[in-house]
C-alpha cells in the first residue's frame, strides 16, 4: 500500500499526493508553505531555472517543473540530521512522474549550501531558501554566492536576530526587497507554531 511505502519515512515537509494520501510532515512545511509561496510567483514558471537550497522532500521542486519550469535543483544534506530527505525526494519524484507518466528535469544533489554554491552552477531565475539559510555555517559566503547566480530569492525566515542579520545581508549584496508575509501559522492551524516570515528579493543585474 502506498501510504505504508511513504509513512517509512519520518517527514519534516508535508506532501500532499493525490486521493487523500500525504505524508505525516510538519502542518505549516511543504505543501502548505507552497501555498504562501505561489503568492510571490508569477502565473507560470515557463522555462525558468529553480534552485531550492535545503530542498528536504523536494516537493518545491515538483511543484515548481508543473508550473512549467525547465530545470530544477534541489540541494540538501543528509548529514546533520539522521533523516534521509533526499530519500524522500527521489521518492516523491517517482510518485509524481509515475503520475503524470513524464520525466521531470529536477537534480537532486546532496551537499551543504556553501559547498554547492562555491562551485560554477550558472544563473538561476529564482532560488528558495525556505528556513534553512540559518543553518548555514558562513551566511555572508552564501548569499554572495547567491547574489552572484540567482535573480529572484525567496526566503523564509524566523526570529528578530536572524531576520535582520539576513535583511542586511540581502540589502549589502543588491537586492531589494519586493514584498514579504508574515504566517501566522498558529492562527491559521489553531496550534502552536513557529513565527514564520516569507521574503522575496530581487536583483535585476549579476
Not at 12 to 28: A, C, E, H, L
Not at 79 to 92: E, F, H, I, S, T
Request: charged share 30%.
Amino acid at each position: 500500500m502506498l501510504q505504508n511505502e511513504i509513512d517509512k519515512f519520518s517527514w519534516y515537509q508535508t506532501v500532499n499526493f493525490w486521493d487523500g494520501i500525504k505524508s505525516r510532515g510538519i502542518p505549516y512545511c511543504g505543501d502548505p508553505a507552497w501555498g504562501n509561496i505561489l503568492t510571490f510567483l508569477p502565473e507560470n514558471l515557463n522555462n525558468k531555472r529553480i534552485l531550492d537550497l535545503g530542498c528536504n522532500a523536494g516537493i518545491f521542486c515538483i511543484r515548481s517543473i508543473l508550473m512549467g519550469a525547465r530545470e530544477c535543483v534541489g540541494v540538501d544534506s543528509n548529514n546533520w540530521k539522521k533523516d534521509d530527505y533526499l530519500g524522500q525526494a527521489r521518492l516523491v519524484k517517482d510518485l509524481f512522474e509515475e503520475k503524470y507518466d513524464r520525466e521531470f528535469n529536477i537534480e537532486y544533489i546532496e551537499s551543504r549550501m556553501k559547498e554547492y554554491l562555491i562551485k560554477e552552477i550558472g544563473i538561476f531565475d529564482y532560488c528558495f531558501a525556505i528556513a534553512s539559510l540559518y543553518y548555514a555555517k558562513d551566511s555572508e559566503l552564501v548569499v554572495r554566492r547567491i547574489s552572484e547566480t540567482c535573480k529572484n530569492v525567496i526566503v523564509r525566515l524566523r526570529d528578530a536576530d536572524r531576520i535582520q542579520k539576513f535583511t542586511n545581508l540581502f540589502e549589502i549584496n543588491g537586492y531589494t526587497l519586493c514584498e514579504s508575509m508574515r504566517e501566522e501559522w498558529d492562527k491559521k492551524l489553531g496550534i502552536p507554531a513557529n513565527d514564520f516570515y516569507l521574503y522575496h528579493y530581487v536583483k535585476t543585474i549579476l
